[in-house]
Structure formats: structure tokens, C-alpha cells
């Protein structure tokens, strides 16, 4: 590699549209080690060389008070980085600067990238970037990050802080600071050398700050006499207070004839009396997402097409097969496994197009934070943010879409957590099969059925919430957020489909692995090798039945629960096949074709399972794995087969659970 480029910014100021224009598909996304935070690093080539990019967490500071913080300093004093481009949001320049001066004083080259210029420019505001470069002594350039055609400014300054190795000038944030008596005498106790690449100056903000990491690295170059000193003087000031005062003077002192901008009366848009209203915002924001949700579904027909053009070729394919010998085993296999799985996938492929594009239409246009706002109180009950009530909405549709839609969390902990809860919502296909079987058993009934499962899913997520909520997302990050509300903007539709289909690509392949895997296991276990031999889930099943009776599930019931987590309706079409000796293997394979039960299912599930054993089956599939689908499009977003493997065991064991409990509470009531 040529060198390496960290992009570091606070959330919501372009660094992920960036590294997607610099990487296209040359990326990878993973875990850091031992965090549970999201690590995104790619490559680019320009003017024959090679260089590699890591998009940093987006945090509002450095003071290591989170991962995401300690993660970006490490990274950065590491030495890993031969340049810093550190972004700010020209529409809001003010606030977003602050990273920049948070930043300073780490001697690692850099330059300034100020984004959004076209937003900024439509507010009538106009930033000379010369007067910036002069002050701090460094690249500055302004940057509509959407715009591909424009990143020569973007490789030049990159270029000229790698040459001339360029650092902030901080001899006027330094001076600032000095007004500070606590920093003044912290400062005059450490190294003129500083740490490792962190001047005295950043090490003495950070002192001031409390920053942990900080206050152990300064015990290699302190006395035992100097560290209580500095512990002691700390104590006399107001912290982050007095540094972020003294941030935001030089930030001013920056910004005093670079930025010039049109001084309007500011009103609120018609938009945000909606959306901002405390009686109109949240069902305003919920009708947003239905309409979304409803909306995705025009630019996932093409794709679902597709998926339905794959299935008809199944009997083509297999007589084709069959007239060239081969065997009936490996022409199920291809037909009823391969053919049918990419036909499934297209189909679920298709859902997740038009989740990516409609919600990434609405992140784009500026909707997207709003829905956080409104919703932030709300979902920090859970230890999440506001934007993570969109994927609940949309998995009452599909889970896979759901699990989709959390690519707007920007904290990885919380992705996670979103798409843990949103398996507790039943989906669409759920909604088709719950309401057939509690009017079939339990008449009138059936209404206080599916309100006992509303408040169960309540319950479930709660609990859910509690259990996983402790290792993935940190009490200083389960509170409110501090946001600024970005201006109505329009959309880059170039930059937008290109982003969708890149990350529905690889959607694609990684959801392509995950699904053919588990249906070739579903198969060959359900698959009946030797005529009038029963396959090894029935064998399996027929063991374990005075194990699975406890949950009030006989052996025929728990065989069609393990179908559900193929796909919900194939649990019907395994309850018809099982009670009438049909093929077990065709009623899976029914899982993902959405073909037909039997004619006389009502009749076989009356005459064969009782009112508590429907009462546990129903809430058994109900919270049992959504699908097969859901189970891969998990994997693919949170990129960790540990944490997928976690949350697939905890539902299947928790609606056994739920299931035993509904059995016994139905035993009472019949």
C-alpha cells in the first residue's frame, strides 16, 4: 500500500459516503478486536497506486468515555495512519468542527474536508477555505461527498498532507486554553514531548477531561508526586466544560472571516411542525415508515420476478435431469434445494432492494434524523436510539427486511441489539398463519389469542432487551442523544443506487451461503433416502416426543415447529403431510415454495391436536427463528457468526419456553 487513510468525523458528517465513493466494492466490515464495534476498511487505486482507507467510528469527541473513542484514539496514536482526513459538515460548521479541535495536537498528518457544500451553499453560506488552510496549516477543502466527479480536490489535499506531513496549527487553540488556571498548571507538569503522538497540549485537554487512557499513559512519565498533583488540579476545574469553552473560542477565532453566510429569519419547515410535534411526531413518523414499508415493494418487483422466473424452472430442469439418468437424490437436490433456494433468496433479495432504496432515500433527504428524534426517548428506555423503531415497523412485514434497515445504526451494539428485538415481531407470514389457526381451534377466541401474543412480542423484547442489552450496549450510551437536526435536502440519485446495489450485491452472496447451507441440511435430514424408510427427523422426533410433550408439542407438532424456522407456512404443510404419511421432505421443501397444504387441514388439525396443544404450537412458531432468510440477512449485517449463532438458540429455546407456559395455561382454561 501507498499509504493508509483514516477517515474520522462525527456521525452524520459524510465519512461513510465517502469511504463507499474511495472503496466501491472494495471493502470488508467486521468487528475490531474484542469490541463489538463495526470495523470498515477497503481500498482504492489512483495514479497506479494502492491505498487503503479505514472509516474510523463516528464519535463526538475523543475523551475515551466509549469504545467507539478508544477504538479511534488507539487507531490513530498507533501509527497506522499515514493521514487523517477529518470531515465536518459545512452546513453546520460551528458544531462540526469540534472533532477538528478535539483532534488537534495529535501529531499525525492530516487535512480537513468540509462536506455538504452544496447543502451549505443553499443556505447562502460561503467558506473561504484558503483563510481555513492559512490558520491551521493544513489542506482545506470544501467537498459535496456525493458527487463521485469531484474528488480531485479530495486526492490533492491528500496528497499534499502526506508530502509535507502537514499538523494543525493549535498555537491559537493553546492560547485559549491558557485561560484555563487548571490546564495551565497541568500543562506546565507534563512533557514537552508529549506521549507517544500526542502532544502535551492534547494530553493536557485530555487530563482535564478525565480521560482514562490518558490518565494511565501519563503515569510512564510522572511521578507518584506529579500524578496526584495532576489529579488534584483537575478536581478544581469544571472538565470538559472549561476545554469544550475553550474548543469553541477558537473555533470561532477560525471561522472570523472564513465564513460568511446570509442572515435570514429561520423558521420552522411545514415538515417539522409534523414531525416535531409532540402530538402529531410519532404518528406521523409511523405512518412515514408504513408508506416506506409499502412503497419498497414497487422497486422489489423486478427481483421478485426474477425469483419467480427461477422456480419455473424447476420442472424444465428436472426432466432434463431425469431423461439424462440421473438420479432421482441428486435431482432433488438440485431442483427442490438449489434451484428453489435461489428462487427464495431472489424473492427475499428483491424486499431488501426496496427497503435499501426507500430508507436510504429518506437518510438522504434529512426525514431519517428526525425519525430518531422523535423516537429517541422511547427506544433509549431499551438502551437503543430512535432510528431503531424503523426496523421493528418494518419486520411486521419481513424480518429480513428489517434486519436490512438497521444499516442507519451507526453503533454497532445497538445494531445488533435492534435486529435481537426485531425477531421477537412476528412477520407478515406469521400474521398469515396465526390468525387461520386461533379461528380454527378457539372461534371468537382468536382476538384475545393474538392481543396475548401483542403483549408477549411487548414482554419478549423487554426481557430480550435486558439479557443482551448488558454486554452489547454500555449505560453511558443508553442515554438521549445529542443531534442537530440536518436541513431538508435533496437526494444524489447517483450516489444512492449506487450504494443500494453495491450493498444488495453483497447481500446477495453472503445471504446466498448462509441459506444454502442450512437447506441442504434441512434436506438431507428430511429426505427420505430408502423408500418406507422414515427420514431422521421423524426418527429423530419419534425419540424425543416425552421431551417435547413437556412444551405440549408431540412429536408431529415439534417436527413442523422446526419447519417454521425454514419458513412459517411450511409448518402447516408439514402438520398435513405428517398426520396423512405424507412426504415430510416435500412439505419443507413447501416451506420455501409456498405451495398448498392438504385440502382437509382444518379437519386433520381438529381431529389430531388439542386446544393446549395448538394454544403452545401457535406461540411456538410465533417466536420461534423468523426464517431461514432472516437468519442469513442477520448474519450479513452484524458479520458475526457468534452473535448470530446467540440470538438463533435464544428464540428457538424461548419459544419452547413460551410454548410450555401457553400448554400449561391452556390446560387450565380446557
Known amino acids: 500500500m501507498s499509504a493508509t487513510i483514516a477517515l474520522l468525523g462525527q456521525p452524520n458528517s459524510g465519512k461513510s459516503t465517502v469511504f463507499n465513493a474511495l472503496t466501491g466494492l472494495k471493502q470488508h466490515v467486521g468487528n475490531w478486536p474484542g469490541k463489538t464495534v463495526e470495523k470498515k476498511e477497503g481500498s482504492f487505486v489512483r495514479d497506479g497506486k494502492e491505498y487503503a482507507v479505514a472509516d474510523l467510528p463516528g464519535s463526538y469527541s475523543l ?227 408504513l408508506l416506506g414499508l409499502i412503497g419498497s415493494f414497487i422497486p422489489a418487483l423486478p427481483l421478485m420476478g426474477v425469483g419467480s422466473a427461477i422456480d419455473m424452472l424447476k420442472a424444465p430442469v428436472g426432466s432434463a435431469l431425469a431423461s439424462a439418468g440421473v438420479s432421482d437424490v441428486l435431482i432433488a437436490l438440485i431442483c427442490n434445494v438449489v434451484i428453489q433456494s435461489f428462487s427464495y433468496i431472489f424473492k427475499m433479495l428483491g424486499f431488501v432492494f426496496g427497503v435499501l432504496l426507500v ?114 450496549v454500555k449505560k453511558e450510551d443508553r442515554y438521549g442523544m445529542i443531534m442537530e437536526l440536518p436541513p431538508y435536502h435533496k437526494p444524489k440519485w447517483g450516489a444512492l443506487f449506487r450504494y443500494v446495489l453495491g450493498r444488495t450485491k453483497d447481500t446477495f452472496f453472503r445471504v446466498s451461503k448462509v441459506v444454502l447451507l442450512v437447506c441442504v441440511l434441512f434436506w438431507a435430514l428430511s429426505y427420505s433416502f430408502t423408500p418406507g424408510v422414515d427420514p431422521i427427523l421423524c426418527k429423530i422426533g419419534k425419540v424425543i416426543e416425552p421431551v417435547t410433550k413437556i412444551f405440549g408439542l408431540n412429536w408431529q407438532l415439534f417436527m413442523a415447529f422446526v419447519a417454521s424456522s425454514v419458513g412459517k407456512e411450511g409448518a402447516l404443510g408439514v402438520i398435513s403431510a405428517l398426520f396423512t404419511d405424507g412426504s415430510v421432505y416435500g412439505a419443507f421443501n413447501d416451506a420455501m415454495s409456498g405451495a398448498a397444504t392438504a385440502e382437509n387441514l382444518n379437519d386433520i388439525l381438529l381431529a389430531n391436536v388439542s386446544k393446549p396443544q395448538a394454544l403452545a404450537f401457535i406461540f411456538a412458531i410465533t417466536f420461534n427463528m423468523p426464517c431461514v432468510v432472516a437468519l442469513a440477512s442477520t448474519y450479513q449485517e452484524i458479520a458475526s457468526a457468534k452473535w448470530t449463532a446467540k440470538i438463533a438458540l435464544y428464540y428457538t429455546l424461548g419459544a419452547l419456553v413460551l410454548a410450555m407456559i401457553a400448554y400449561h395455561i391452556g390446560l387450565l382454561i380446557w
Open 359 to 472: 430508507f436510504g432515500l429518506l437518510e438522504e433527504v434529512g426525514v431519517m434524523a428526525r425519525i430518531s428524534y422523535v423516537f429517541d426517548n422511547t427506544m433509549a428506555k431499551l438502551g437503543l436510539q430512535g432510528k431503531s423503531v424503523m426496523p421493528f415497523l418494518i419486520s411486521f412485514g419481513c424480518t429480513m427486511g428489517g434486519a436490512a434497515g438497521t444499516r442507519v445504526i451507526d453503533n454497532y451494539g445497538q445494531k445488533v441489539l435492534t435486529i435481537a428485538l426485531a425477531w421477537a415481531v412476528p412477520c407478515g407470514a406469521a400474521w398469515a398463519v396465526i390468525p387461520m389457526l386461533s379461528s380454527l381451534f378457539f372461534g371468537p377466541g382468536a382476538v384475545a389469542v393474538v392481543v396475548a401474543i401483542l403483549l408477549t412480542m411487548i414482554v419478549h423484547m423487554w426481557i430480550t432487551a435486558k439479557i443482551f442489552g448488558r454486554k452489547l
Open 63 to 289: 475523551t475515551a468515555n466509549s469504545d467507539e473513542e478508544v477504538i479511534t484514539c488507539e487507531y490513530i496514536a498507533s501509527g497506522k495512519a499515514d493521514v487523517v482526513c477529518i470531515l465536518a459538515d459545512s452546513s453546520q460548521l460551528e458544531r462540526s468542527l469540534y472533532m477538528m479541535a478535539d483532534y488537534a495536537g495529535i501529531k499525525v498528518p492530516s487535512f480537513l474536508v468540509l462536506n455538504m457544500a452544496d447543502v451549505a451553499a443553499d443556505q447562502g453560506k460561503k467558506i473561504d477555505t484558503k483563510v481555513l488552510e492559512e490558520k491551521l496549516g493544513i489542506p482545506v477543502i470544501s467537498l459535496s461527498a456525493t458527487d463521485n466527479k469531484k474528488y480531485d480536490a479530495f486526492f490533492e489535499a491528500m496528497n499534499r498532507a502526506i508530502s509535507n506531513k502537514s499538523m494543525i496549527n493549535i498555537a491559537g487553540l493553546e492560547a485559549e486554553l491558557q485561560k484555563v488556571d487548571a490546564y495551565a498548571k497541568i500543562r506546565a507538569l507534563l512533557p514537552e514531548e508529549g506521549v507517544k503522538s500526542y502532544s502535551p497540549t492534547w494530553l493536557g485537554v485530555k487530563a482535564i477531561e478525565n480521560d482514562k487512557l490518558v490518565m494511565e499513559q501519563l503515569k510512564s512519565v510522572l511521578s507518584v508526586a506529579e500524578e496526584k498533583q495532576v489529579e488534584e488540579i483537575r478536581c478544581t476545574s469544571k472538565g470538559a466544560l472549561d476545554t469544550g469553552n475553550s474548543k469553541f473560542a477558537w473555533i470561532d477565532e477560525l471561522l472570523d472571516g472564513a465564513l460568511s453566510e446570509q442572515k435570514e429569519k429561520i423558521g420552522v419547515s411545514k415538515l417539522d411542525k409534523i414531525y416535531l410535534s409532540p402530538f402529531w411526531g410519532k404518528p406521523a413518523v409511523v405512518l412515514t415508515i
